[in-house]
T-cell receptor, first 112, second 114 residues
Framework: AQSVSQHNHHVILSEAASLELGCNYS??????LFWYVQYPGQHLQLLLK??????LVKGIKGFEAEFIKSKFSFNLRKPSVQWSDTAEYFC??????????FGTGTRLTVIP | EAGVTQSPTHLIKTRGQQVTLRCSPI?????VYWYQQALGLGLQFLLW???????NRGNFPPRFSGRQFPNYSSELNVNALELEDSALYLC?????????????FGPGTRLTVL
């Protein structure tokens, strides 16, 4: 079945550590890719998106993601996390049609 | 500018009952999307409405239905509630149904089925 996979369910890091959250999808053809974040008690909000062009996209708050087509991956990275990055992160894919398919999410806990 | 609003915030129902959830999109947005966020399952696409029409639905039984009103607000109806319907129901809106338009999410309605 077509899907979006986030293999890390819960990641715990100390402040200043580097972050990489994995996202793989199984849809063929053209895809639009997104990372959403849900901070504690807040709505889901868009962190960054990729439609075309430079496969390295930069988002808000120092986050970036790299689209690797051959690997069907769109991993999220941040060089140095802060306590305020504690949140749940969702990878999402629109595979041509207009439905947004989400991964199951990765909970990030940053320890001060 | 007001964001996407949803009501009610929380709801407790018993098996077999029916429930209606409401969503008001951001002003100017014509597309409304419904998602179910059940524990451990991530967000599952339920329904997409645009300009009053149902454009697509996810892999959910027919007892999940909805509609979009002329003012673009939307309702999600769930009939014959089952225990596994307990979840956070999120509504999102966008300018129109396009992959290029960001979806903005509301705070959700937490439904508990006992």
């Amino acid at each position: 079945a077509q899907s979006v996979s986030q293999h890390n369910h819960h990641v715990i890091l100390s402040e200043a550590a580097s972050l990489e959250l994995g996202c793989n999808y199984s849809y063929g053809g053209t895809v639009n890719l997104f990372w959403y974040v849900q901070y504690p008690g807040q709505h889901l909000q868009l962190l960054l998106k990729y439609f075309s062009g430079d496969p390295l996209v930069k988002g808000i708050k120092g986050f970036e993601a790299e689209f690797i087509k051959s690997k069907f991956s769109f991993n999220l990275r941040k060089p140095s996390v802060q306590w305020s990055d504690t949140a749940e992160y969702f990878c999402a894919v629109i595979p041509g049609a207009n439905n947004l398919f989400f991964g199951t999410g990765t909970r990030l806990t940053v320890i001060p | 500018e007001a964001g996407v609003t949803q009501s009610p915030t929380h709801l407790i129902k018993t098996r077999g009952q029916q429930v209606t959830l409401r969503c008001s999109p951001i002003s100017g947005h014509t597309s409304v999307y419904w998602y179910q966020q059940a524990l451990g399952l991530g967000l599952q696409f339920l329904l997409w409405y645009d300009e009053g029409e149902e454009r697509n639905r996810g892999n959910f039984p027919p007892r999940f239905s909805g509609r979009q009103f002329p003012n673009y607000s939307s309702e999600l109806n769930v009939n014959a509630l089952e225990l596994e319907d307990s979840a956070l129901y999120l509504c999102a809106s966008s300018l129109r149904g396009s992959s290029y338009n960001e979806q903005f999410f509301g705070p959700g309605t937490r439904l508990t089925v006992l």
